[in-house]
C-alpha cells in the first residue's frame, strides 16, 4: 500500500464550511456542507486522485457524522456518497434527516 500508512487526520474547517482530511499534513480530500439550523447538510464529497482506492472518502464521512453526532445536530446527506454511507452505516442511522425540496430549495440558495 502506498500512500496509506501516512499519519491521517480529519478537521472540520468552518471557515470553509467543509470537513478536511489530511495525510501527513496534505489535505486528500473534502466534505463539504452548509449548515441549516440544527441540520448540518453535506452536498459534496471528493478525494484527490492521489489518494485514491485507500478508504480515506468513508474515514472522512464516518470523522465528519461523528463530529455532526458531538454537535448535536442532524445530518442531510444531498451528497451521494454520504447517502450511501448511511445506507451502509445503521450506526449513524439516528442522525439522518430525509433530502426533501424544502433542503434542495434552500441549499441552492445558499450555494450561490
Not at 466534505?31 to 468513508?58: I, M, N, P, S, W
Not at 448535536?72 to 451528497?79: F, I, N, Y
Request: glycine share 8%.
Amino acid at each position: 500500500m502506498n500512500q496509506s500508512s501516512g499519519i491521517r487526520s480529519v478537521q472540520r474547517v468552518d471557515a470553509r464550511h467543509r470537513y478536511e482530511i489530511l495525510v501527513d499534513g496534505r489535505r486528500a480530500g473534502l466534505a463539504a456542507y452548509r449548515d441549516r439550523g440544527a441540520q448540518r447538510v453535506f452536498f459534496h464529497t471528493e478525494v484527490d486522485d492521489a489518494f485514491a482506492g485507500q478508504g480515506l472518502g468513508a474515514e472522512l464521512v464516518q470523522a465528519a457524522l461523528a463530529d455532526v453526532r458531538e454537535s448535536g445536530k442532524r445530518a442531510v446527506p444531498v451528497c451521494p456518497y454520504v447517502a450511501k454511507f448511511l445506507k451502509r452505516h445503521e450506526e449513524f442511522a439516528d442522525l439522518a434527516d430525509p433530502v426533501t425540496p424544502d433542503v434542495l430549495h434552500w441549499l441552492e440558495e445558499e450555494l450561490r
